[in-house]
């Protein structure tokens, strides 16, 4: 581990003078950056410790609900607001990591989370675009059954590895970031970026830019919706597929349906051509199939992902017939 130094700062104006110097990193919970730390792929020269600011409430606003950033993942998974109205949210929550890990980290540090690819985490033996711009991926002609299978390109594959971050991305969650020059909004879908030539750059996050905190708005669609997980053990493992899900369906017809995949995806994958499919039309397995079938259009496997394609197909129809009272 490189030398660093530690600072404490107790307001967000503090938080961004410090964090805006060069090779200053925010820390919260640590789950992520102290791990990455240790391996030598973080070497932050002063680490700055935005525990004391007081961004921690989840509350009602005018139209939804506000998640500050540092509010702990447990403490959200639990709360009332949040299992009534965004049960995905509540679900994905559930479904990441271990007890312990959820109650020491912070919502806007998962949403910052980096992937779990190994060879980006391994320095000795393989090269790694995201982790050296230009060094090439490891990863293509390698061990690639759990990378992504869409949004990939020619230097990345790496799917992101959040569980929550795919149930904002399709609840429409908008994130609050703060600098120096004030403040601005960010729909959770554009935040995360796709690797392109550049899979280096992860988010539309500043250096020194810290993110306040996560509205998520109010929608028939978001109280009746729910995130399935896919993985290799049924704990403590990140997904090989995810779908998180939301129909208002009323009349027998589907009003509005959200649709977001994870575990497929280079960035938290919002499934639009899914949602055009399901939208205005009566919940059935054939129209289901037909949604999974018009977004995966898109995918790109490798060799040792190709299961992928048909197990996310089966993931968002299985999370849709659920929501739909199990008309499949
Ligand atoms: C063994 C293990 C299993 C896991 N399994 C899962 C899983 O199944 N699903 C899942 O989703 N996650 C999983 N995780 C990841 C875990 O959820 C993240 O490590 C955690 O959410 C990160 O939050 P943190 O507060 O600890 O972030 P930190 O480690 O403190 O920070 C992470 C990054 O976010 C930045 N950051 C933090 N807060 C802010 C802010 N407010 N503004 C700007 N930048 C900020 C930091 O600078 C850093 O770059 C797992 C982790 C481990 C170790
Ligand atoms: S998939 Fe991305 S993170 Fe993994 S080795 Fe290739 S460039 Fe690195």
Redesign the pocket.
């Given at each position: 581990m490189n030398p660093f130094d530690y600072v404490r700062v107790e307001s967000a104006t503090a938080a961004i003078t410090s964090g805006s110097r060069a090779g200053a990193?925010?820390?919260?919970?640590?789950?992520?950056?102290?791990?990455l730390m240790k391996c030598d792929v973080?070497r932050p020269l002063h680490v700055v410790d935005?525990n004391a600011l007081p961004?921690a409430a989840i509350e009602r606003v005018s139209g939804g609900i506000r998640i500050d950033?540092?509010a702990k993942?447990s403490d959200v998974a639990s709360h009332p607001l949040v299992t009534r109205d965004f049960p995905a949210i509540s679900q994905?929550l559930l479904?990441?990591?271990?007890p312990q890990?959820?109650n020491?980290?912070?919502?806007?540090?998962?949403?910052?989370?980096?992937t779990r690819c190994p060879y980006f985490r391994e320095l000795t033996f393989a090269p790694c675009n995201k982790r050296e711009p230009g060094s090439g991926c490891s990863a293509i002609d390698g061990e690639n059954r759990t990378h992504a299978i869409l949004g990939t390109s020619d230097a990345c594959i790496a799917t992101h590895?959040?569980?929550?971050?795919v149930a904002v991305a399709a609840l429409d969650g908008v994130l609050t970031?703060r600098s120096a020059n004030g403040e601005r909004k960010v729909a959770a879908t554009d935040f995360h970026l796709i690797p392109g030539r550049t899979p280096h750059l992860e988010h539309d996050?500043r250096h020194g830019?810290?993110?306040?905190s996560l509205f998520l708005p109010d929608a028939a669609h978001a109280q009746h919706s729910a995130y399935l997980k896919i993985?290799d053990r049924a704990a403590?493992?990140?997904?090989l597929t995810a779908a998180a899900a939301g129909l208002d369906i009323s009349g027998g017809i589907i009003r509005s349906a959200r649709v977001a995949l994870g575990g497929v995806g280079t960035k938290p994958w919002r499934a639009r051509a899914a949602e055009g499919v399901l939208s205005g039309q009566r919940p059935s397995a054939e129209l289901f199939r037909a949604a999974a079938d018009a977004e995966l259009q898109a995918a790109k496997p490798h060799e040792q992902n190709k299961f992928k394609v048909e197990l996310v197909k089966r993931t968002l129809v299985r999370a849709l017939t659920d929501l739909a009272g199990g008309v499949a």
């Open positions: 990193k925010f820390i919260a919970g640590g789950t992520n950056l102290v791990d973080e935005i961004l950033a540092l993942m994905a479904a990441s990591a271990s890990l959820r020491a980290a912070s919502i806007g540090g998962n949403l910052m989370q980096r590895p959040s569980d929550l971050a970031i996050l830019e810290l993110i306040t993985r403590y493992e990140f997904a």
